[in-house]
Structure formats: structure tokens, C-alpha cells
């Protein structure tokens, strides 16, 4: 069974400062995607970055961006110059390349950003 | 286009009482997913299910939970005689197809507390 880790319960930076988060996963699986997701005190689950596994080239999304290590099963999420509304709970998680859009969720890096 | 509505965004209810939870999925989306947040943890999958169908509901509870998504209207979760452990917020997810290179866009979820 496929199952992903989150280590940092929380972490704190500073504005404008750069952070990275921590992810690792199992799985025998050859074909899968990960995903970072962002969740607010909204609740709302936002998505903000997506790596599939096929892909060495590491997936960018503006400040946001992964360093995926597929040998080690490391799924990191760097936030570069960190803003106030990037405050939130991010969560890590694991999707199979088959028939199913199910995934597998860490449990999650609360993230601060000091002004 | 609307996002995944769920609701009721909150619902209370006493030991004993069913709780039914809505989710209609965004527009032209035929997949839905049920996940269960507990206090301090990640999303757990629940079900998946396609148009009138379950797909898979390894992570359903056995007794008392059960899922539906009918050919009109919402998906609707429902709990029976509802104990304090079903606490939890409730997220919906929708996809346009089951495949995990497609994005699954969330609800903002249901709090459920039983009292």
C-alpha cells in the first residue's frame, strides 16, 4: 500500500524569505503523480502544484516550486519569497497513474509567515 | 462555472441522528470523491463514485456510512445513527474523468460535530 509522509508538524518564516517543505512517500507503483495542496483557514483544499512521476524535469508554478527525487521518494515543496496569505496548512499526496483520481494524503506542515 | 458546492457547511448532530451531506460537483464532472478530515490529520479516502455507480469504497466505513450519486442531483454521504467519532469535516472532490492527470477540484467541506 502506497503511503506518504509529512515530518515537519509545523514551520515558520520569515516574509520574503524562502521555505521548503518536507514529503516523503512509499509505493511499488511506477506510474503515479504528487501533489502539494493548500489548505487555508477557509478549509478550502487549493491545489499548487502537481509532479508526475514520468517527468524528471521538476514542476514550477510561479514562487512555488518541487524537488522531486524519485530514487529516494522525495517530494519537497520549496516556497520562494514567502507571503503573508501563504500562511496555511499544506498537505502532500500521492495519486496512482490508473483508473482512479484517489489520493493518498500526508498529514500535513502548518506553515507561519512572520511580517 | 461554479466550484464543488457542498452543504450544509456546518451540521450538528446528537448521538444517534443521521447526518446527509451534499455535494454537487462542478459542471460536467462525473466523478466524485468523499474524504474524511479528523481533528490534527490529513484527508482519508472514503468512496468514489461515477454517475449511479460506486467505483470503490475501500475506505467507507462498513456499517452505518453509505454513498450515493444518482443520475439527477447531488452525491449525497449519509451517516446513520451518528456517534462521537464521526466528527470530522467531510470534503467532496469532482473530476471530469477518473484519471489522476486530470485535476480533482474540491469542496469546501461540511464540519459535522456530533454532541
Known amino acids: 500500500a502506497q503511503t506518504v509522509t509529512q515530518s515537519q508538524p509545523e514551520m515558520s518564516v520569515q516574509e520574503a524569505e524562502t521555505v521548503t517543505l518536507s514529503c516523503t512517500y512509499d509505493?511499488?507503483?511506477?506510474?503515479?503523480?504528487l501533489f502539494w495542496y493548500k489548505q487555508p483557514p477557509s478549509r478550502q483544499m487549493i491545489l499548487v502544484i502537481r509532479q508526475e512521476a514520468y517527468k524528471q524535469q521538476n514542476a514550477t508554478e510561479n514562487r512555488f516550486s518541487v524537488n522531486f527525487q524519485k530514487a529516494a521518494k522525495s517530494f519537497s515543496l520549496k516556497i520562494s519569497d514567502s507571503q503573508l496569505g501563504d500562511a496555511a496548512m499544506y498537505f502532500c499526496?500521492?495519486?496512482?497513474?490508473?483508473?482512479?483520481?484517489?489520493?493518498?494524503f500526508g498529514t500535513g506542515t502548518l506553515l507561519a509567515v512572520q511580517p | 462555472n461554479a466550484g464543488v458546492m457542498q452543504n450544509p457547511r456546518h451540521l450538528v448532530r446528537r448521538r444517534g441522528q443521521e447526518a446527509r451531506l451534499r455535494c454537487s460537483p462542478m459542471?460536467?464532472?462525473?466523478?466524485v470523491y468523499w474524504y474524511r478530515q479528523l481533528p490534527e490529520e490529513g484527508l482519508k479516502f472514503m468512496v468514489y463514485l461515477q454517475k449511479e455507480n460506486i467505483i470503490d469504497e475501500s475506505g467507507m466505513p462498513k456499517e452505518r456510512f453509505s454513498a450515493e450519486f444518482p443520475k439527477e442531483g447531488p452525491s449525497i454521504l449519509r451517516i446513520q445513527q451518528v456517534v462521537r467519532g464521526d466528527s470530522a469535516a467531510y470534503f467532496c472532490a469532482s473530476s471530469p474523468s477518473s484519471r489522476a492527470d486530470t485535476e480533482a477540484f474540491f469542496g469546501q467541506g461540511t464540519r459535522l460535530t456530533v454532541v
Open positions: 509505493t511499488s507503483e511506477s506510474d503515479y503523480y
Open positions: 459542471k460536467g464532472h462525473s466523478h
Open positions: 499526496a500521492y495519486g496512482s497513474g490508473g483508473a482512479t483520481n484517489k489520493l493518498i
